[in-house]
């Protein structure tokens, strides 16, 4: 059973362009929800966290916006560049350890 | 030192070969953990130690022997691994507790390939 759900698999989009990656989850006992960003053969780096009590965060050009009663969280990507291909993980954390969602691909062109 | 070091960083290995991943952190975090993870999907936790301590082992094969000799070092032992093992094997750490999730990191990986 998928505990997190994340759309879309892939994106492409023009460089200053705003990617959406969106993350759901069922378990209300999560109460931690990073964004990993991972290139290709390295591990995944943390991006941006939030808890349950905040509805957006913003570092740089990353911004989660999470909404505690609809169980779903986003990352956005403001004025992204081409060096922001990646792949990209959300995640939640219960019961001392990780559920990741699937993953998505992200390809800027320039 | 905020860094969790994996050696080696690429491994072949035949399946009848043994051979042993390392993973190593400085940053005082007393919970370590083994994941791997296939192309393009999340991934998977494979062990948990804290303490020194196995505290969770999700049903991996005998084939991965786990080994916390001290707080700062976590090996995987392989043997007679299989074809399907190749992928990118992660270690990660953080400290415990209500905040354990706070400050953990992932080492770069070790990518095996098992021919």
């Known amino acids: 059973q998928q505990q997190v759900k994340q759309s879309p698999q892939s994106l492409i989009v023009q460089k200053g362009g705003i990617p959406i990656i969106n993350c759901a989850y069922e378990n209300t006992a999560f109460d931690y929800f990073p964004w990993y960003q991972q290139f290709p053969g390295k591990g995944p780096a943390l991006l941006i966290a939030i808890r349950p009590d905040v509805s957006e965060k913003k570092e740089g050009r990353f911004t989660i916006s999470f909404n505690k009663s609809a169980k779903q969280f986003s990352l956005h990507i403001m004025d992204s560049q081409p060096g922001d291909s990646a792949t990209y993980f959300c995640?939640?954390?219960?019961?001392?350890?990780?559920?990741f969602g699937t993953g998505t691909s992200l390809t800027v062109i320039p | 030192d905020t860094e969790v070091t994996q050696t080696p960083k690429h491994l072949v290995m035949g399946m009848t070969n043994k051979k042993s991943l390392k993973c190593e952190q400085h940053?005082?975090?007393?919970?370590m953990y083994w994941y791997k993870q296939k192309a393009k999907k999340p991934p998977e936790l494979m062990f948990v130690?804290?303490?020194?301590?196995?505290?969770i082992n999700e049903s991996v094969p005998s084939r991965f022997s786990p080994e916390c000799p001290n707080s700062s070092l976590l090996n995987l032992h392989l043997h007679a691994l299989q074809p399907e093992d190749s992928a990118l094997y992660l270690c990660?750490?953080?400290?415990?507790?209500?905040?354990?999730?706070?400050?953990?990191?992932f080492g770069s990986g070790t990518r095996l390939t098992v021919v």
């Open positions: 130690y804290s303490y020194e301590k196995l505290s």
């Open positions: 940053m005082g975090h007393r919970a």
């Open positions: 990660a750490s953080s400290h415990l507790g209500g905040t354990g999730v706070i400050g953990y990191t």
């Open positions: 995640a939640a954390w219960g019961s001392n350890q990780f559920y």
